[in-house]
């Protein structure tokens, strides 16, 4: 259930984004607090105010690899939205393809 949802809020983002209704700055905003927030349910461990090298600690079986993606998409999330510049459609389409990516890997190790 959780997987379906966050993959419900990345593609209503994408659609969000691709319509104008949301700029970059709010899609990467917006993915980077749901996917934490996904995390935070799916792992019983508070996540969302955790910074990306925090994710690399965390101690759960068969996510090693998995550690280092999470850790890498927050810290791209983190560098565009805090770095002042204005974010491009293409940088957000990117975040969320990375997105997807982060997800589809949490869902291959479930399996």
């Not at 104008?20 to 905003?29: V, Y």
């Not at 980077?32 to 508070?46: A, G, N, Q, T």
Request: proline letters at 2%; a neutral charge.
């Amino acid at each position: 259930y959780l997987l379906f949802t966050i993959s419900g809020i990345i593609k209503k983002t994408k659609k969000n984004l691709s319509k104008e209704k949301i700029t970059g700055l709010q899609t990467i905003t917006i993915l980077s607090s749901e996917i934490r927030k996904f995390f935070s349910l799916f792992w019983d461990i508070p996540c969302i105010s955790m910074v990306p090298e925090e994710f690399l600690t965390i101690h759960i079986d068969n996510i090693d690899d998995l550690r280092i993606d999470i850790c890498n998409f927050f810290k791209t999330c983190d560098s565009l939205r805090f770095s002042g510049e204005g974010i491009t459609v293409e940088s957000a389409n990117k975040i969320i393809e990375d997105a997807k990516s982060v997800l589809q890997k949490v869902k291959e190790n479930i399996s």
